[in-house]
């Protein structure tokens, strides 16, 4: 199943992809994860998608959310220059 969808998963990012991968294990065997971005965070990032630009959440963030945490801050990984 996962290999037809990587397959099939044109223009999908890879590493989006393993995050939502990780994120169903965990919540399939260990616990649900329930988070929420803020929305400066949300503002920031939809700026750059709109403008072309890939945005990553990264980090600490993901670690702690991974967890089962609220983060204390927020890492985006882009290629805007």
């Known amino acids: ?3 037809n969808f990587l397959k099939t998963g044109v223009g999908i990012n890879p590493v ?4 939502q991968i990780v ?5 399939r065997f260990v616990y649900e994860i ?3 971005v803020p ?4 503002k920031v990032a939809r700026i750059l998608s709109k ?4 945005v990553y959440l990264v980090g600490g ?12 801050d927020y ?7």
């Open 61 to 72: 963030a993901i670690r702690d959310i991974a967890m089962g945490k609220q983060p204390d």
């Open 51 to 54: 403008e072309g630009y890939d």
């Open 34 to 36: 329930k988070f929420s």
């Open 16 to 19: 989006l992809v393993v995050f």
């Open 39 to 42: 929305s400066y965070v949300q």
């Open 75 to 81: 890492d985006l990984a882009t290629n805007a220059c």
């Open 23 to 27: 994120c169903y294990l965990l919540r």
């Open 1 to 3: 199943m996962l290999r």
